[in-house]
């Protein structure tokens, strides 16, 4: 038995958090395809940097992060009346709308929307794709005699991307290995954050010549600290 057509909807909305929770009737702009995309391209990236070792003639990669995924959809537009038989005078009113809900802003933000992409069982097992827009390019592609566009083809390419406070709790990026920012909240110690990113209180001297920090024992909220990769010493055995 067949499924129910099910078009494309691409919601807009003007923060993360908005479009981690919201649907259609929460979405501050949204637009649904004349004709469901044939197919899309998924990229994914992962990021390394080059380290050469001492003595040694070749450099070696070392594994930084991964990018978040990209995907790339085709949007077919074509008011000739060959799809939905309503043959209309050109496709110009149909990309602006669809550049307004994807390219412009409103609100406080002063930025482009996130967007969360509703697609039947594509996309992914729940159907839906959440990032931002990075790309947009158009192709005309059909013309009436006096030159109006009747047909177009607008390439578009999303980066996924969650709500910060998700994003966080799954990254938990509490490894000594990476590089760490903190900023310092009352009650705040050197030690203690040593232990929170290190587990081990007693890089705190090394954290402070980093620092340049002249007094390690006075944080003052809302400073900024830099927590570097550091190589750990073997702790003694005890006796």
């Excluded at 097992?125 to 607008?154: H, M, Q």
């Amino acid at each position: 038995m067949a499924g129910k057509l099910e078009k494309m909807l691409i919601l807009a909305f003007k923060d993360s958090k908005e479009a981690e929770s919201g649907g259609k009737d929460q979405a501050d702009a949204f637009f649904e395809t004349l004709i469901n995309p044939e197919s899309y391209t998924l990229d994914y990236k992962l990021k390394f940097s080059e380290s050469q070792g001492q003595g040694t003639s070749g450099k070696q990669l070392k594994y930084e992060y991964t990018e978040p995924e990209e995907i790339t959809f085709e949007f077919l537009f074509d008011n000739t009346g060959i799809i939905d038989g309503k043959p209309r005078p050109d496709v110009a009113e149909d990309l602006q709308r669809f550049r307004e809900v994807l390219i412009d802003y409103k609100g406080d933000a002063h930025e482009p929307r996130h967007f969360k992409l509703v697609w039947g069982a594509g996309l992914s097992n729940k159907g839906i794709f959440k990032g931002r827009v990075t790309e947009v390019s158009i192709t005309y592609k059909l013309f009436s005699p006096d030159g109006k566009p009747l047909r177009a083809v607008a390439k578009v390419k999303f980066k996924a991307s969650i709500e910060e406070m998700k994003r966080a709790a799954k990254e938990n990026k509490q490894s000594p290995d990476l590089t760490h920012l903190r900023t310092v909240k009352a009650g705040d110690t050197l030690p203690l954050l040593c232990y929170r990113i290190y587990g081990d209180s007693k890089y705190y001297l090394q954290v402070a010549r980093i620092n340049q920090l002249s007094n390690f024992r006075r944080l003052i909220p809302g400073q900024q600290l830099v927590f570097p990769p550091i190589e750990k010493t073997p702790q003694t055995p005890s006796k």
